[in-house]
């Protein structure tokens, strides 16, 4: 497995590598992946940059999460920089909730197979500062899919899986349009 020199750790390949894990994509901001459907110029153009997400790799995995609706969570792998600082050394805590939306909202529309379903509301619990520069993992799963509402939780954390921040979070899906 070819891993961003940042990413190129031993717990990260570890993590990769585990039984059931699906590497989905390595999004960076010269990636062709944008669906220009959806702009999400957020993370393409303003993020994905040497002194911020300085290499991100997706993937699937099973979950061992016991309050999970469906056997898998989604991750994030991310290597950061200081050009997220809200105080040196630390990442903001808007960017902690950023990372948090963008999980839990991939997750919804994993899970629901909806496109871009909309974030109707999102409770943050921050627990720890991210140090920055640094290595931090993102998990999403789904809690309960019912009808157009998606329950997801998520978390951001460390390689020993100590919890930074954590969120819950419903997202609507789209309603379907009839042609």
């Not at 993020?47 to 989604?74: C, H, M, V």
Request: hydrophobic share 40%.
């Amino acid at each position: 497995m070819n891993l961003p020199p940042d990413l190129d750790q031993p717990w990260c390949r570890e993590l990769l590598s585990s039984p059931g894990t699906e590497i989905v994509s390595q999004p960076t901001a010269k990636s062709d992946h944008v669906d220009f459907r959806l702009s999400n110029s957020m993370f393409s153009r303003t993020l994905y940059t040497p002194t911020g997400i300085r290499a991100q790799i997706n993937f699937r995995r099973p979950t061992k999460e016991p309050d999970a609706a469906r056997p898998w969570e989604f991750c994030f792998l991310l290597s950061v920089g200081d050009g997220l600082d809200g105080k040196t050394g630390r990442a903001h805590g808007g960017f902690n909730a950023l990372l948090l939306d963008q999980i839990t909202g991939t997750v919804a529309a994993e899970a629901s197979g909806a496109f871009a379903p909309a974030t109707a509301t999102m409770t943050v619990d921050y627990k720890a500062p991210i140090d920055t520069p640094g290595i931090i993992l993102c998990r999403g799963w789904a809690i309960d899919i019912t009808g157009r509402k998606n329950w997801i939780k998520g978390s951001i954390e460390d390689p020993s899986g100590k919890v930074f921040a954590s969120a819950k979070a419903l997202f609507v899906s789209p309603r379907i349009q009839n042609l």
